[in-house]
């Protein structure tokens, strides 16, 4: 979810996630692609605990790679199972998150 403040003319949007958050590397991705069966349990398994995958742009630019026509959607069939957040991908901001405490660093 985003929440947007405004005061006066300044914006300010922070991003939150009040469910389970889980990161899929691109091989779970990749593995979704190209085996039906894998895919439909990994659909099954996040509609039973309603996570939120977390994307990085990193691992977005990967999946760009996949051209496959059946394969993108089975992946948009997982994609679509469950909500999502963008992940940091500045490691000194997780880093510096993580050191202060906050153990979210989303």
């Known amino acids: 979810m ?6 006066g003319s300044r914006y300010h949007a922070e991003q939150f996630c009040s ?5 899929f590397d691109n091989w779970v991705w990749v ?11 990994l659909v099954s398994l ?9 994307y990085s742009k ?3 630019l990967e999946l760009s790679k996949i ?4 394969g993108l959607k089975r992946i948009a069939e997982v994609m679509d199972s469950a909500d ?3 992940s940091e991908s500045n490691p ?11 153990c979210q660093s989303f």
Do not use: M, W
Request: with cysteine; hydrophobic share 40%; net charge neutral.
């Open 84 to 86: 999502f957040i963008f």
């Open 31 to 41: 593995d979704c692609a190209i085996n039906e069966s894998f895919k439909s349990s």
């Open 67 to 70: 051209t496959n026509e059946k």
């Open 19 to 23: 469910h389970p958050v889980v990161y």
């Open 92 to 102: 000194f901001k997780v880093i510096e998150k993580e050191d202060s405490g906050i």
């Open 58 to 60: 990193i691992g977005l």
């Open 2 to 7: 985003v929440r947007i403040e405004v005061s």
């Open 46 to 54: 996040l509609k039973k605990y309603s996570p939120a995958i977390a």
